[in-house]
């Protein structure tokens, strides 16, 4: 263990005690001590790879230190002795002289009666090469690849310490000088008994000065690390051994009254005129924790409500699949698809077989998309099926529909929605759409025909004003009709291009070839893995 030789201060019980500065004719004190040193540390880094020496001074520099850089172990003895750093990195894998020995001389070299921490980096991460370590000398160890906030926040630890340790030299001989450090500063003898107690050590304990000085530091712990702590002492006087000397841990310290609260603590030897003594810097980390356990009680409130909403989502899926689901989409004159930007999709595709017979097929975009979308379209797709169970004719489902959804949406809120029946004993189809994109019909060896719009959206006019006029088209030869949302032909490229009417009407030539895979088919190629921006849906119906 190194230890700091320094001349042996003045030590009072309080500081009323203390011995008063001599003041000048405008009463302000005046002390005969030298300036304090400054606060930045010169820090010998040691490595021969020239990128690591260039990434630690990277590290280094912003924190306002000077940098000192050695390849090898002999070159960082000999800059060691000429500069004198404060604090040393020491790389352990280097040719000729590894870090070991070279820490090993370093550790025997005096620094000014300066303690000098010494913290190794190595790729070594096995127990063996830690403790190699510190038996070497090494106060703290580090392994590469190297975590730059970690080092970052051990070089400030060690900041502190050697500040510490310079103040002590500088100024223990007056008290007030350690209560403008702003962590507590409490030394102690080699019996345990506290020396000395600065203003911030009285605000984290609550004791003051002349409370604690003369007492053993074990006052300031609770009761298992009292035990430790007086365990410790003894046998380091016994033997010398010491696991603590410059290593930041975190405690439990106990106030004046009772109370236990976690700290930050680090320890350093020092030598007063031949006996040894021990300086505790100390940092009330309660808020910190207060910030750990608050943001580890907020990770476990968003689990529990991200696994909430999922069982929720869940039972909602589950709810549309049966208002939604039925046989009808299993027609075998129907192909279809649906493809959502979101869990849940603003498109819905519905089919049912009315007691006539008739196949009657709805196509729907509710207004925006996800689930506020696709939870207005329950209520469109319960009329649907309940209208055309009841034998209605197309004209009379519209109509409900409109009325009901007009009476049920909230301002603002709308269906676009194509709704067509197929009477294949005429081979004739009604259809009417209200907002949707034009119907395509495909008749082999013709060109295909758009049928377009004629209608606003369900939901927006009264009874009175709604239109379900329809039109009817009549098949001769057969044919395909074709129902989709806009989202399928304004699907954009990397280039930004829809994907139009043009590409889809090409991918329905000829029309023995139409078929929603060939579609997709070609959408997939035009959109080249990019995500749609809006719910795609299409449904394809075979004419025979």
């Known amino acids: 263990m190194d230890s700091v030789n320094i001349d042996p201060p003045e030590f009072q019980k309080s500081r009323a005690q203390s011995p008063r500065m001599p003041e000048t004719r405008n009463g302000n004190a005046q002390a005969s001590i030298a300036p304090p040193p400054p606060a930045y540390c010169n820090i010998l880094a040691v490595d021969d790879s020239p990128p690591i020496l260039f990434l630690l001074q990277s590290i280094i520099t912003p924190l306002g230190h000077q940098i000192i850089t050695a390849s090898n172990g002999a070159e960082a003895i000999q800059k060691f002795r000429k500069e004198s750093p404060d604090l040393v990195l020491m790389d352990i894998m280097m040719p000729d002289m590894d870090g070991f020995d070279a820490t090993r001389q370093i550790k025997n070299i005096p620094n000014n009666g300066l303690w000098t921490p010494v913290i190794m980096l190595s790729t070594l991460d096995e127990p063996a090469d830690f403790a190699k370590g510190l038996e070497a000398g090494a106060d703290d160890y580090l392994t590469k690849p190297i975590d730059a906030g970690l080092l970052t926040t051990k070089i400030r630890f060690m900041q502190r310490v050697i500040e510490t340790q310079r103040n002590l030299i500088y100024h223990m001989k007056f008290q007030s000088i350690f209560d403008n450090v702003l962590d507590g500063i409490v030394t102690s003898d080699d019996r345990g008994a506290i020396v000395t107690f600065n203003q911030a050590a009285e605000h984290i304990f609550g004791y003051q000065a002349n409370e604690v000085i003369g007492h053993n530091v074990s006052l300031l712990m609770p009761v298992t690390e009292a035990h430790r702590h007086d365990a410790y002492m003894a046998r380091y006087r016994t033997s010398g051994e010491t696991k603590i000397m410059g290593v930041g841990r975190e405690l439990q310290g106990k106030r004046k009254d009772g109370s236990l609260f976690p ?115 329950l209520p469109v797709v319960g009329i649907f099926y309940a209208m055309v169970d009841k034998g209605l004719s197309l004209p ?101 291009e829809m994907f139009g009417m043009d590409r889809l009407k090409d991918a329905l030539t000829p029309c023995a070839a139409i078929s929603v895979e060939h579609v997709l088919e070609q959408l997939n190629q035009h959109m080249a893995g990019r995500r749609p921006h809006d719910d795609i849906s299409l449904a394809i119906v075979e004419l025979r």
């Open 396 to 496: 009379d489902v519209i109509a409900e529909m409109n009325k009901r959804l007009r009476e049920m949406m909230p301002v603002g809120r709308f269906l676009a929605a194509c709704v067509i029946t197929v009477d294949e004993n005429n081979r004739m189809v009604q259809i009417w759409n209200g907002g949707m994109p034009s119907v395509l019909l495909a008749e082999e060896g013709e060109a295909t025909i758009a049928l377009r719009s004629h209608h606003l959206a369900l939901g927006i006019l009264t009874p009175a004003e709604f239109d379900p006029q329809i039109q009817q088209v009549h098949w001769t030869r057969p044919a395909r009709l074709v129902l989709y949302s806009d989202g399928l032909t304004e699907a954009v490229n990397e280039r930004g």
């Open 263 to 377: 700290i930050h603590t680090g320890v350093t030897e020092v030598n007063w005129g031949g006996m040894r003594h021990f300086i505790a810097c100390i940092t009330d980390i309660s808020e910190r924790k207060r910030s750990e356990k608050f943001n580890e009680e907020t990770r476990r409130r968003l689990e529990q409500y991200h696994k909430h909403n999922e069982e929720e989502k869940d039972i909602l899926s589950g709810l549309m699949a049966k208002i939604v689901r039925r046989d009808g989409l299993e027609d075998p004159l129907l192909t279809w698809h649906i493809r959502s930007t979101d869990e849940f999709s603003g498109d819905v595709i519905a089919a049912q077989r009315d007691p006539q017979g008739r196949l009657f097929l709805l196509v729907a975009d509710a207004t925006g998309h996800g689930l506020a979308a696709a939870i207005s379209l």
